[in-house]
């Protein structure tokens, strides 16, 4: 099935990249056949580097189909780059202002159109010491509840040994594997029809989380913690880098 349409600028990305990754890394994708072939469709997975988006695009590119990602907004304020990642179709989110929904009605509007929307649910490059999945927004469900569409949660694992988290300088050699794991669609048919309310939208996205960390320790081959990591018990900011924080602080 040929990809749906796509921008110049997604089409020149992809082009570049997909080489450049078979040379640099290697693969171990699996569960590719959950991902649907047609309709809209959102994508959920855990968010380890500033590279895995490269990964996690390619792997759903390989599918047929163009990745839309919700990016941070301050990436479509520097010059050329958010050009390009707008022509490129991909979604500002204005995370923690009053304008953060705009993204999602602008990821509705892409799922009707039938396109793939890629969600991090965590919102944010995970703060647990050992990198597992924590504590998850409402996003997703809520985009999925409003339209309908299916959620597909994608457990990706690899990326944080080529770029660790927040570093600067990525570490391509030796070759690193980059593993992705992609499961059923998550069943919410208990939610739906339901009153979107926050003990709804928290139910729903607990579920959704625990689906995709036990798809994470399927490719770890590890038990993932038995309390899930949340930032904000933690006293560490829920966006950014939060190593500065305590940087400024010592």
């Known amino acids: 099935m040929p990809l749906p349409t796509t921008g110049r600028c997604y ?27 047609e309709g809209g469709f959102i994508a959920v997975t855990n968010h380890l580097s500033y590279f895995d988006p ?25 010059p050329l780059v958010g050009r390009f990642l707008r022509s490129a179709g991909q979604i500002p989110v204005h995370r923690e202002k009053r304008t953060a929904g705009d993204a ?13 929307v890629v969600v991090y649910p965590e919102g944010t490059i995970t703060r647990d010491p050992q990198l597992w999945p924590m ?55 208990a939610y739906r029809g339901l009153r979107p309310t926050p003990a709804v939208l928290k139910k ?4 959704l989380m625990e689906t995709l960390t036990r798809l994470v320790a399927t490719l770890r081959s590890e038990l993932p913690p038995a309390v899930r990591f949340d930032p904000g018990k933690m006293d560490l900011p829920t966006i950014g880098n939060p190593y500065k924080k305590r940087a400024k602080q010592s």
């Open 104 to 116: 999602l009605e602008e990821a509705c509007l892409a799922i009707d159109r039938g396109e793939c």
């Open 11 to 37: 089409d020149i990305a992809a082009a570049a990249l997909r080489p450049a990754m078979a040379a640099l890394t290697k693969r171990d994708w699996r569960g590719a056949e959950n991902l649907p072939r």
């Open 135 to 189: 504590v998850g927004k409402t996003g997703a469900i809520r985009i999925a509840l409003r339209t309908g569409c299916e959620i597909v949660p994608i457990a990706q694992w690899g990326a944080h040994e080529v770029l660790m988290p927040y570093a600067k300088f990525p570490r391509l050699l030796p070759r690193k594997t980059m593993r992705m794991l992609a499961g059923p669609a998550l069943d919410l048919s």
């Open 54 to 78: 490269v990964a996690v695009g390619l792997f759903i590119h390989d599918q047929g189909r163009a990745a839309r990602f919700l990016a941070k907004a301050s990436l479509f304020g520097i």
């Open 204 to 207: 729903a996205t607990g579920e």
